[in-house]
């Protein structure tokens, strides 16, 4: 066995970066170079709470320009940053976008069954037609893999536009760095990449 093969090697997983949210990701890839880009028809904006900043909130609103924004939990609350429950509104008013909250009726005993249930008589209620996002407000703690997936099938049962999902905030993936580690003649550690 070589001295090479023995040493330890270890792997330095740096966290995923979280991304900047820009206009590009909300619009049609073929529009992108128009004067008036197009909307990404059948996006489907899942925000989270409480991770998300007032930035995010912001700029998603800014740029996605969203239909609908559908309330999915247990305790509406929208003070991130310097934001409030009245310049969130306000943000939805000056981007004509409708707010829906389908928990109230729950009165804060969240049940992922009647939210689907809720949201499945807003959709046949209201028919949009997904042709500009739709966002869900999200607590990360009240939704899994499992819900995403039962609310996926409950939108796309409605809508002819395949669903496409950007999630807020949206990470990217980190590096990893591989290391090895050896002993100096003084005893002392160094690393070698």
């Given amino acids: 066995m070589t001295e090479e093969t023995r040493r330890p090697r270890l792997q330095v997983v740096y966290p995923p970066r979280r991304a900047k949210i820009s206009a590009e990701d909300f619009q049609e890839p073929a529009s992108q170079r128009m004067l008036f880009p197009l909307p990404r028809h059948g996006l489907l904006i899942f925000m989270h709470f409480p991770d998300v900043t007032e930035e995010e909130f912001r700029e998603t609103l800014r740029h ?9 939990r247990s305790s509406p609350r929208f003070d991130i940053g310097g934001l409030n429950r009245r310049l969130a509104f306000q943000a939805f008013q000056n981007q004509n976008t409708t707010y829906s909250d389908l928990t109230s009726s729950l009165m804060g005993k969240l049940d992922m069954g009647a939210v689907l249930s809720s949201l499945k008589k807003f959709l046949e209620t209201t028919k949009p037609s997904f042709d500009r996002p739709v966002v ?6 009240e939704s ?5 997936k039962r609310l996926l099938e409950t ?3 409605f809508s002819l536009a395949p669903s496409e999902i950007y999630e807020v905030p949206k990470f990217i993936a980190s590096s990893v760095t591989s290391v090895t580690w050896r002993k100096s003649e003084l005893g002392t550690l160094k690393v070698s990449e």
């Fill in 144 to 148: 899994d893999e499992n819900f995403m």
């Fill in 155 to 157: 939108v796309t049962s």
């Fill in 136 to 141: 869900f407000l999200m607590n990360r703690s």
């Fill in 64 to 72: 996605a320009r969203p239909s609908f924004v559908l309330e999915l």
